[in-house]
């Protein structure tokens, strides 16, 4: 199957939130993308620092980021049922067992096991490069940094709230080797932002049960090495280094790609 790039406007973008407060961040946000408003997946980044708010990923939330399945799934007309995946015919559908997911944001569910400390300054995976940022400023100069330019978009999910079916309406490639930014699940506002080498994000137009439509960041492993061997088993009962996973990223997420267009910061 062969995936078209993803090049307008008006396919997908980011949902924004009207923030009037005249934060530094926020002045440092629009110095660098005049007239663009801050992404709603950032605006945690503008909470006081000290302050905190209640866990930003809440349980039910936590399907979208751990329904595990394989890179030919994508395509017109395939089912999903969110949640720890067992792909067997042609339904992805949940773990019979409750599993800890394979992205940062599903491995802070065991909050009582890990803190903030253990994961932010803990080895990194095979083949990845994570830091994690407290503010606004610090998740720019990061992604600026990385790929040497401002010429960049963000890009993230808008799954309909509880909605877990869903059918593939539409596939769109967005770019390889992604930037990724996650909000982590804590009180304590952090995202880890991260790229892992050898892997392609799309974003995935789906048709909720109900009829609602909405769009899912998606990103596709082709080096799985350092992925849970359980995990990967009982989900598509296959080994890490083998074949190509795949997973798609909730709301409280973003990827940084290049922009080749001359849009705005927006371009989905």
Known sequence: ME?????????????????????????????????????????????????????????EELKQYS???FEHDLHPGKN???????????IIRPFTKSRQGVTDSIWLANKEKQSFEDFCYSPTAIAEHKHC??????????????FGSTKIKAISSNFAPYQDQYVVEDVKKVG?????????????????????????????????????????LTVCHHDTRGMNPELLYEALEVTPGTVPVCHFIGNKAAAWVPNHTADNLCVM
């Open 133 to 146: 940022v407290s503010s606004l400023k610090s998740m720019i100069d990061q992604v600026i940094s990385h």
């Open 67 to 69: 329904t595990l399945f």
């Open 80 to 90: 999903f049922i969110l949640g720890n995946t067992n792909s067997v015919g042609s």
């Open 176 to 216: 390889d080797n992604a930037v990724m930014c996650h909000r982590l699940n804590f009180e304590k506002v952090v995202f880890n932002c991260h790229q892992v080498r050898e892997t392609t994000a799309y974003v995935v137009s789906l048709v909720a049960s109900d009829g609602t439509k909405t769009k899912a």
């Open 3 to 59: 995936f078209a790039h993803l090049t307008v406007l008006s396919l997908f973008c980011l949902a924004f939130v009207g923030i009037t407060a005249t934060s530094s961040e926020e002045d440092y946000w629009q110095s660098i993308w005049p007239n663009t408003p801050l992404p709603k997946t950032f605006s945690d980044l503008l909470i006081p620092s000290g302050k905190t708010n209640s866990l930003p990923i809440k349980s």
